[in-house]
């Protein structure tokens, strides 16, 4: 079982940035594929960016291409969103995911095992 923790969440102005981090409670991290997803009110849990290392691919939502950016650090087990000229339409609570088998489609949430709890992100305009 991992288990993973979000943080860096939080309220901030158009325009602005921030950094979300995933820690996951496994050995075995790198071979994980790690995605974040985000969900608002009404709606279902959608997309945003993941990251297999096993093959060095990236992928990103047409929504977030160019503003963020995914990156992890096996070294301490913990994956990473960089967001930068947020708007207030990035605003939902955002998840992070991590899938042990590494050949699903990134985009999809069935592709993934374990699921932090989320944190939440509010841009203001």
């Known amino acids: 079982q991992v288990q993973l923790v979000e943080s860096g969440g939080g309220l901030v102005q158009a325009g602005g940035s921030l950094r979300l981090s995933c820690a996951a409670s496994?050995?075995?991290?790198?071979?994980?594929?790690m995605a974040w997803f985000r969900q608002v009110p009404g709606k279902e849990r959608e997309f945003v960016a993941a990251f297999r290392w096993s093959v060095g691919a990236i992928s990103y939502a047409d929504s977030v291409k160019g503003r963020f950016a995914i990156s992890r650090d096996n070294a301490k087990n913990t994956a990473y969103l960089q967001m930068t000229t947020l708007k207030p339409e990035d605003t939902a609570v955002y998840y992070c995911?991590?899938?042990?088998?590494?050949?699903?489609?990134?985009?999809?949430?069935?592709?993934?095992?374990?699921w932090g709890q989320g944190t939440q992100v509010t841009v203001s305009s």
């Open positions: 995911a991590a899938d042990a088998r590494g050949y699903g489609n990134m985009s999809l949430r069935r592709t993934y095992d374990y």
């Open positions: 496994s050995r075995t991290f790198s071979s994980y594929t």
